[in-house]
């Protein structure tokens, strides 16, 4: 059996002043794979992306293993790290406007995904992968100014230096945020084909279901679930994932169910289940001990049903 494309295990990410942002997290996704990570803001999802990426502030205390097509990437140095990025692990920013100097043409920054590691690209191969990602005449599109292109058309640039090499993993934060509803579905669908794993930082829960093969929700620095898309998104189990699926506006069913209280800051000691305070169901076990994951779901009472 061939390596997974990405192995996370046991993985904390501390920063300066003492916020805990990842708490012993364990994670595979496998060759082939679209796994997703969703959960509100500040629940770790763009820590560990960046923990996977080697792109953590200076201060950031990192442990556990992080090994991407079986190369331990965990304690890596800054220059075994820049040479891993863009060859083994791919990276599609959120905001392609802001990714893009606006002094130099789009086929500059396509082009840099094999300049950046001291290698020429090879004849037409800048404008075959952008033909790739469905731009049309794309040798004089190329020639633009990143002014001249849509928020749609440059992430489709962004995917393209992203793959150029056909990375074991590609790991994309909020890659369609910026980009309108059915935009985005078409955006994520070039990303996903392109890919050849991909764990995607999203959300936006409908997209998940639509693209992602699995999803891992993180509430406060842990996986509280994990399993199949569509079956997590249609029947939560966790308390949390439920919270955050009503939460989402629908189209004739009113207005949205809000999550009261708010999640536990970073710094802040978590005795037993962090989402205790906010969940209606909780007993007095989940606040003394934090619930193992047990068939995908780490919680005391969902664990029971």
């Known amino acids: 059996m061939s390596d997974p494309a990405l192995s996370v295990t046991g993985l904390e990410v501390r920063y300066p002043g003492g916020g805990h942002a990842v708490r012993g997290v364990d994670l595979d996704v496998a060759a082939g794979e679209v796994f997703a990570l969703a959960g509100e803001s500040g629940c770790g999802k763009t820590t560990l992306a960046r923990a996977v990426l080697g792109l953590l502030p200076p201060g950031a205390r990192c442990s556990g293993s992080v090994r991407v ?19 083994q692990v791919g990276y599609v920013p959120q905001d392609p406007v802001t990714a893009f100097d606006p002094l130099r043409r789009v086929g500059h920054h396509v082009a840099q995904a094999w300049r950046a590691h001291r290698r020429t690209p090879p004849p037409g191969a800048v404008v075959a992968l952008m033909s790739e990602m469905g731009i049309p005449d794309a040798a004089a599109r190329l020639r633009q100014w990143p002014h001249q292109w849509s928020g749609g058309m440059l992430q489709r ?27 985005a579905g078409s955006v994520l669908a070039t990303l996903s084909a392109a890919s050849r794993s991909l764990l995607l930082i999203s959300h936006d829960l409908a997209l998940i279901a639509e693209h992602a093969d699995r999803v891992g929700v993180l509430y406060a620095g842990r996986l509280v679930e994990v399993g199949d898309a569509a079956k997590v998104l249609a029947t939560p189990r966790h308390p949390y994932t439920a919270a955050l699926v009503a939460s989402v506006p629908k189209p004739g069913a009113g207005l949205p169910v809000p999550l ?6 970073p710094a802040e000691t978590v005795a037993g289940c962090a989402f205790a305070p906010r969940c209606a169901l909780a007993e007095e076990r989940c606040a003394r001990e934090v619930p193992p994951p047990r068939g995908g779901v780490a919680c005391w009472v969902a664990a029971h049903g």
Request: aromatic residues 0%; charged residues 25%; negative net charge.
């Open 69 to 87: 097509d079986g190369r331990e990437l965990a304690g890596a140095g800054p220059r075994e790290l820049r040479a891993i990025r863009g060859l």
């Open 157 to 183: 640039a962004a995917i393209a230096a992203a793959v150029a090499h056909g990375p074991a993993l590609v790991v994309a934060d909020e890659p369609t945020s910026a980009l309108d509803t059915e935009l």
């Open 260 to 265: 009261p209280g708010r999640p536990p800051a």
